[in-house]
């Protein structure tokens, strides 16, 4: 693909467009009165000027094959900043010690691309691991690098928690939801609304922040729970989280109507329990299987350490090859 037909699926043009506009936008004197917004401003110019540069001095052919590859994001919310949790499943020690081991794993990987990845909320378990974690995750194509992550992850191992040295089999649940800039049109009704106060224990276990600041509201009609421990506040921490809310109530919406347009065209997709995504196999073999691209990988060890980018690439060709059949 030669770079004028780069440009056209890159939309140079329209990109060059909008980093000015919010040029603009900063320019202006009351640009930090809204800090948050703000801040996702700046990270989004940050983003897209790092396409530019990487357009503008493409030459060898390999610089173009990677810009290639930037081509596949082409979903509606791959650009924006991602919302990832990570939620243990049944099984005590054993399914929270590799909900640990996930969240190592997409912060490796926000690392190895120079993303930047901000801990809204780490639950942890009583004797190792975590219950529960959520991260937020900005950088080029943040949520189109990691929707196809969503879904159920097993590991299945010799258990370092088993005096036997037995077999295990443990689950998890991982969640990724893009950060949507306009959620207003959501409203939700205080009485739908059970909100709760706890302890937040600050980072890396420290006990940091040992007020009760930390805040988890849960949407009654759906049972959706967003916890977020890590801002300067109570109120902060409210804020983030109705604003995660919504952003996963708006998410909701959107994939319920692209489900019944599934279901029009004989289409059915899940990412509950019960069907896992992708296996890591560390005994009696080595190997990482993701089972909807049939992409493999004999070093687990490697994509544990967040050498994610053969299955990102593979299910973003995995949409494509999908969509051009549904048309």
């Not at 443990?170 to 959501?186: W, Y």
Request: proline share 2%.
């Amino acid at each position: 693909m030669d770079k004028i037909q780069l440009e056209k699926l890159l939309k140079i043009a329209a990109k060059r467009e909008e980093a000015k506009r919010i040029e603009r936008e900063m320019n202006a004197p009351d640009f930090w009165a809204d800090r948050e917004k703000a801040t996702q401003l700046t990270q989004k110019l940050a983003t897209i000027n790092q396409l530019l540069e990487r357009y503008d001095q493409a030459q060898s052919e390999a610089q173009l094959a990677e810009l290639e590859k930037v081509a596949l994001f082409t979903g509606d919310f791959d650009e924006c900043a991602a919302i990832l949790s990570v939620h243990a499943g049944a099984g005590g020690t054993e399914a929270q010690d590799w909900a640990e081991m996930l969240l190592r794993m997409y912060l490796r990987f926000a690392e190895r691309k120079s993303f930047t990845a901000k801990l809204l909320e780490k639950s942890a378990a009583d004797e190792a691991g975590i219950k529960s974690a959520s991260v937020r995750i900005t950088g080029l194509n943040a949520y189109g690098q990691l929707k196809g992550e969503a879904g159920v992850h097993r590991l299945i191992r010799l258990s370092p928690f088993d005096a036997d040295n037995a077999r295990h089999t443990s689950f998890a649940l991982v969640e990724v939801i893009p950060e949507l800039e306009e959620v207003s049109d959501i409203e939700i009704p205080e009485k739908d609304l059970k909100i709760d106060v706890f302890r937040s224990s600050g980072h890396g276990g420290q006990s940091v922040n040992t007020t009760d600041s930390a805040v988890r509201i849960t949407h009654l009609p759906t049972k959706i729970t967003v916890a977020v421990q890590n801002e300067r506040s109570q109120s902060q921490n409210r804020e983030t989280a109705l604003k995660i809310l919504k952003m996963k109530l708006k998410t909701r919406r959107i994939e319920e109507q692209k489900s019944r347009e599934r279901s029009l065209r004989g289409e059915h997709t899940s990412a509950e329990w019960g069907k896992q995504i992708r296996s890591y196999f560390l005994q009696p073999y080595q190997q990482v299987k993701d089972h909807r691209t049939g992409i493999e990988s004999s070093d687990p060890n490697g994509v544990l350490d967040g050498a994610l980018d053969p299955f990102v690439e593979g299910y973003l060709k995995y949409l494509h090859s999908r969509s051009e059949m549904s048309q």
